[in-house]
């Protein structure tokens, strides 16, 4: 009977380790070549690299109030169009977001990874069309409106600060 209790104890355990495991790592749900394929189909994008001086990220803090914490960020290019695939952090954990620019204006975003508790709704259709079409506004936000989600809103408010980072970005490697 005690054999029984322990192996049980153990069992129990072993489960809260593994749910707990499962659940920091959150969920990928397309990885950079789909994403990738997503967005250029057929066609063989040119990987680059964007350093980001102390200048470049004082300006890029100044139009749109974030930058991430790299010092350089790869991004993949065909024609006019390029692709980002960004972090920002949601709550507390970061979400990876691809994001793709055609002439200074959003052609899609793609949730690639989500690894908070709440706010997965982000990553559907319904929420990330929003920001087709969608460029810069001289104010540094988008040009349009974004409608939330509720019990998402830190998620949401990162989805927006990275399209408006990736519009940004677009806009330095064309000049």
């Not at 024609?79 to 994001?99: H, N, R």
């Not at 929003?130 to 509720?150: C, E, N, V």
Request: net charge negative; charged share 20%; hydrophobic share 45%.
């Amino acid at each position: 009977m005690d054999c029984i209790k322990i192996l049980l104890k153990r069992a129990a355990l072993a489960a809260l380790i593994l749910m707990a495991a499962f659940s920091a790592s959150g969920e990928e749900y397309l990885g950079r070549d789909g994403f990738l394929s997503l967005a250029f189909g057929d066609q063989q994008p040119t990987m680059h690299t964007l350093w980001l001086t102390d200048d470049t990220r004082s300006a890029a803090k100044e139009v749109v109030g974030w930058i991430p914490p790299a010092l350089r960020l790869r991004y993949w290019q065909v024609g006019d169009s390029t692709a980002w695939i960004l972090e920002d952090i949601g709550k507390y954990q970061p979400i990876t977001l691809g994001v793709v620019v055609s002439r200074n204006q959003i052609e899609r975003i793609e949730v690639l990874a989500f690894r908070e508790s709440r706010g997965w709704e982000i990553r559907y259709p319904f929420f990330t069309s929003q920001f087709s079409g969608l460029t810069l506004a001289p104010d540094g936000y988008l040009s349009g409106p974004i409608d939330g989600i509720t019990g998402a809103t830190l998620s949401v408010r990162a989805v927006e600060r990275v399209a408006r980072l990736a519009l940004w970005l677009d806009v330095q490697v064309d000049s």
